[in-house]
């Protein structure tokens, strides 16, 4: 599904520049889960940028799915998001004009699906915000924006599914709640789901964990993601 090849990607800063990922290579199959662990300021974010053609390397490759992302245009890219990829940042970019059902059902409208709204208030409900569908952004939690931003993420059936942090800003339950319809489409869409966590149990319901460190990703193991775990604390 998607592959990474000797990926290097620098930032400036000043009249320096700044390494983030340094010969990065990854290769995931589809259908398949994986969790990408690492120290806050290692690079996972700026991975996931690259991962998704919103930031081009210096070097190296990316293909999707025999695609040449990193070679792509800009609007070949944005095509690519729209209808094959389904991404959940941190900040959650709802349109403060529009009600949660109407920020979740926006990417099938702009495709022109039939029943957008009617499928943009099942899958809210799924994450259990049924009863928020007419509220606007700003008369939400943070972690119910952060819900409505997953499900806005996830109403085309994305081929691949990228997450960074998706439970970090919900309590417990509402975490597990989304985590389990994470990987519930995972394996009704056969989608490839990539995790960027810092937490633990949610890193091993992956079929694979890989660290990043020093900028190149690494099979990891359970002691490496506790120690991880203890430096994001």
Avoid: W
Avoid at 71 to 92: E, H, T
Avoid at 129 to 136: E, I, K, N, S, V
Avoid at 150 to 170: F, S, W, Y
């Amino acid at each position: 599904m998607i592959t990474l090849e000797d990926v290097h990607l620098a930032y400036t800063a000043g009249e320096s520049s700044v390494p983030v990922l340094n010969g990065a290579s990854l290769s995931v199959t589809r259908g398949q889960s994986v969790a990408i662990i690492g120290p806050s300021g290692s690079g996972k974010t700026s991975l996931l940028l690259v991962l998704t053609g919103l930031e081009t390397p210096d070097s190296g490759s990316i293909t999707f799915d025999g695609a040449p992302l990193h070679s792509l245009s800009n609007d070949a890219r944005a095509d690519l998001r729209r209808d094959r990829i389904g991404i959940i940042f941190q900040s959650f970019h709802l349109i403060p004009s529009l009600s949660a059902c109407e920020n979740v059902a926006l990417p099938l409208d702009i495709a022109g699906v039939r029943g957008a709204r009617q499928q943009a208030a099942e899958l809210l409900d799924r994450v259990g915000l049924g009863h928020r569908l007419d509220h606007y952004p700003n008369a939400l939690s943070g972690g119910e924006r952060q819900r409505v931003a997953i499900a806005r993420a996830l109403i085309h059936k994305p081929a691949l599914i990228v997450a960074d942090e998706p439970t970090g800003n919900l309590d417990n339950q509402t975490g597990t709640a989304v985590a389990d319809l994470l990987f519930e489409l995972n394996r009704e869409n056969d989608a490839t789901l990539l995790l960027v966590t810092h937490d633990p149990s949610l890193a091993e319901r992956c079929q694979r964990q890989v660290r990043l460190h020093e900028g190149r990703l690494h099979p990891t193991d359970q002691s490496a993601m506790l120690i991880d775990a203890h430096q994001a604390s």
